[in-house]
């Protein structure tokens, strides 16, 4: 079992940054992948981006790349989502969640958070 519980989130301006983390318990973490999703209200859960269990593959959304960049501080069994130039469409419930394979499905994905709501204003 993995536990995973995210901070980070909140209110900011278009074009502002937040960092969200994701802190995780359980499992070595150093096995995992883990990934961030996020859900918008009356929509589907998307994609947006993973890291590999060291760090080395990362892959993001086309929707933030270049403007959000994953993190993973193993020693710390935690992964961060740093969010630069943020949009208003980039308002959503925040997710982590660890997977045992590198993928951009959800299916794959075994752990989840409980989310964290971020709201980008215009």
């Known amino acids: 079992q993995v536990q995973l519980v995210e901070s980070g989130g909140g209110l900011v301006q278009a074009g502002g940054s937040l960092r969200l983390s994701c802190a995780a318990s359980?499992?070595?973490?150093?096995?995992?992948?883990m990934g961030w999703f996020r859900q918008a209200p009356g929509k589907d859960r998307e994609f947006v981006a993973y890291?590999?269990?060291?760090?080395?593959?990362?892959n993001y959304a086309d929707s933030v790349k270049g403007r959000f960049t994953i993190s993973r501080d193993n020693a710390k069994n935690t992964v961060y989502l740093r969010m630069n130039s943020l949009k208003p469409e980039d308002t959503a419930v925040y997710y982590c969640?660890?997977?045992?394979?590198?993928?951009?499905?959800?299916?794959?994905?075994?752990?989840w958070g409980q989310g964290t709501q971020v709201t980008v204003s215009s």
């Open positions: 359980g499992r070595t973490f150093s096995s995992l992948v």
């Open positions: 890291s590999s269990p060291r760090g080395y593959t990362t």
């Open positions: 969640a660890a997977a045992l394979i590198l993928s951009a499905k959800d299916d794959n994905y075994d752990y």
